[in-house]
């Protein structure tokens, strides 16, 4: 028994030093001291995490995002400051720790490169903010409303309400398209009329039919004129300025009002047509016979009914 009581454990202490009450006061003592400092430094972390991310909440013009962000971050630094601080309480030299938590650091991120490339995407998303939450944006091909922005994904809502998860690294690298970073959008239509229509009446339609719509802006300055002559049509090209948010709608609604506004005032629309030229031969004709040929085809050479020469009479 009193081997083990000689038997060294912690910090060159035997374990009858241990066991004495002075020791054991210290460490109720330090355990107290640690328990308070975690409790403190929690309450800490939450108040600076709300504190910043307020910010955005009182001025507009701050991306809500990036505070959040920001927020999370200052509220890890203190926690961890405070663990840091509870070791200390305890003795334990935090500079090797650290030391160590770096070299595992390095081999865990060696470990797990596509999950580090997200998360360093999504810092460089946050910072640069390309988008938003609520914008609509077509993200390496993924097309959706923004619903959160995260450090290793994206969450898109299609248009059918499907969620999409698009990893980080997938959107830095590729080409992005927000279609809601401009407050207006340039609608465009092609109209076709038929060539023995009126062009200045039909233009008129366009016109009129196109900016009674209250959507439709009168600044910047419409886009209407002849873009092309097709081969069964005459082709109107129009550009009309809208508020980005109305801007699906309206080019659907404005597609089928001028259909109806073209079809009130009499203008043709048309539709492709194909004229077939029927040929005849002159043997095939004295025989009562018809070859149909397509333009641009001879036909097939027929041949002559046995018994008749060259010249066309019958042999003797």
Not at 94 to 110: K, N
Not at 208 to 216: L, N, P, V
Not at 259 to 271: M, R, T, W, Y
Request: aromatic fraction near 10%; hydrophobic fraction near 50%; charge should be negative.
């Amino acid at each position: 028994m009193q081997n083990l009581l000689d038997t060294a454990i912690w910090n060159g202490r035997t374990l009858g030093d241990l066991l004495t009450l002075e020791f054991l006061i210290s460490i109720f003592g330090n355990l107290v001291a640690a328990i308070l400092i975690l409790i403190a430094g929690f309450i800490l972390a939450s108040w600076i995490k709300n504190r910043i991310q307020g910010l955005a909440e009182k001025h507009a013009r701050l991306d809500q995002t990036l505070f959040d962000f920001l927020g999370n971050v200052a509220r890890y630094v203190v926690i961890g400051f405070a663990f840091l601080f509870v070791l200390n309480t305890f003795g334990v030299q935090t500079t090797s720790l650290i030391a160590v938590i770096g070299a595992a650091g390095l081999a865990i991120g060696l470990a797990l490169q596509g999950t580090l490339s997200n998360v360093a995407a999504g810092i460089m998303i946050i910072f640069f903010r390309p988008f938003k939450l609520g914008d609509f944006v077509d993200l390496n091909g993924k097309l959706g409303t923004v619903k959160s922005i995260n450090l290793n994904f994206t969450e898109l809502a299609s248009i059918g309400n499907v969620q999409i998860i698009v990893p980080n690294a997938e959107i830095w690298g590729n080409t992005m398209q927000n279609y809601s970073a401009y407050p207006l959008r340039r609608a465009e239509w092609t109209f076709g009329v038929g060539y023995g229509a009126n062009l200045a009446e039909a233009e008129r339609v366009i016109r009129e039919t196109i900016m009674a719509d209250e959507r439709s802006l009168a600044e910047p300055e419409p886009f209407l004129q002849v873009n092309e002559l097709n081969a069964s049509s005459v082709d109107f090209l129009c550009r009309v300025w809208v508020p980005s948010a109305d801007f699906f709608q309206y080019q659907a609604d404005m597609k089928r009002k001028v259909k109806e506004a073209l079809d009130a005032n009499g203008v043709p629309i048309p539709f492709p047509t194909r004229t077939l030229h029927i040929a005849r031969d002159e043997d095939d004709d004295e025989e009562g016979g018809t070859d149909m040929a397509a333009p641009g085809f001879e036909s097939a050479p027929q041949p002559r009914p046995a018994g008749r020469d060259a010249a066309g009479d019958v042999a003797g």
